[in-house]
């Protein structure tokens, strides 16, 4: 039993780039998170899907997009990387409004 | 939306002191407060919780406590030791079933 895990751990990229990060849970939970943490900012919320097939905005969506892909997967895509997304990532899942389960953490800079 | 303040955002005990974080939020409607320690460059993991029909919860040092009518809650650590230092997420589910996290308590114990 993994939990949540994320791939990549670490990446760089030149502005304009685009990547997809990925996100995997085996807790059979129905609602899937990604957040964004930067220095004294907390955690921020991006996107979230509170079940299969659905998807919503958080607090800070601008320059990103989402998939749900099944139950167990929800890749949050960057299509032209920005220096301002320089973070890190956490994905999380949970049932509903529940106890949210976090990711090990994507570390992203973009240059 | 929901609005979770933390305070204070750095605090330094001496080692065997308590230490105290609170929070406040704005939804009414919330009813389940979660609170996450987060070690450097580590994810963020569930340490206590509690729900809006409880109004303390204790796990061996620390507890939580939790007054609805003010809208504020609060972690407890009793005895501290130099492994609590960290940083500390107190976060609330409102009416949208998501959580709203507070901006974090970066806890420091001085041995």
């Known amino acids: 039993n993994a939990g949540v895990t994320q791939t990549p751990k670490f990446q760089v990229l030149k502005t304009g780039q685009s990547m997809t990060l990925q996100c995997a849970q085996d807790?059979?939970?129905?609602?899937m998170y990604w957040y964004r943490q930067d220095p004294g900012m907390g955690l921020r919320l991006i996107y979230y899907?509170?079940?299969?097939?659905?998807?919503d905005k958080g607090e800070v969506p601008n320059g990103y997009n989402v998939s749900r892909l099944n139950k167990r997967e929800f890749s949050l895509r960057l299509e032209s990387a920005a220096p301002s997304q320089t973070s890190v990532y956490f994905c999380?899942?949970?049932?509903?409004?529940?106890?949210?389960?976090f990711g090990p953490g994507t570390r992203l800079l973009v240059l | 939306g929901e609005n979770v303040e933390q305070h204070p955002s750095t605090l330094s005990v001496q080692e065997g002191d308590s230490a105290v974080i609170k929070c406040t939020y704005s939804?009414?409607?919330?009813?389940?407060f979660p609170w996450y320690k987060q070690e450097l460059g580590k994810r963020p993991q569930l340490i206590i919780d509690i729900r809006s029909n409880v109004g303390e919860k204790k796990d061996q040092r620390i507890a939580v406590t939790l007054n609805k009518t003010a809208k504020h809650f609060s972690l407890h650590i009793t005895e501290t030791q130099p492994e609590d230092s960290a940083v500390y997420f107190c976060?609330?589910?409102?009416?949208?079933?998501?959580?709203?996290f507070g901006s974090g308590t970066q806890l420091t114990v001085l041995p």
């Open positions: 807790m059979n939970h129905n609602s």
């Open positions: 999380a899942s949970s049932e509903q409004g529940e106890t949210q389960y």
């Open positions: 899907s509170a079940s299969e097939g659905t998807t």
């Open positions: 939804d009414s409607a919330s009813n389940y």
């Open positions: 976060a609330a589910s409102g009416s949208a079933r998501q959580l709203t």
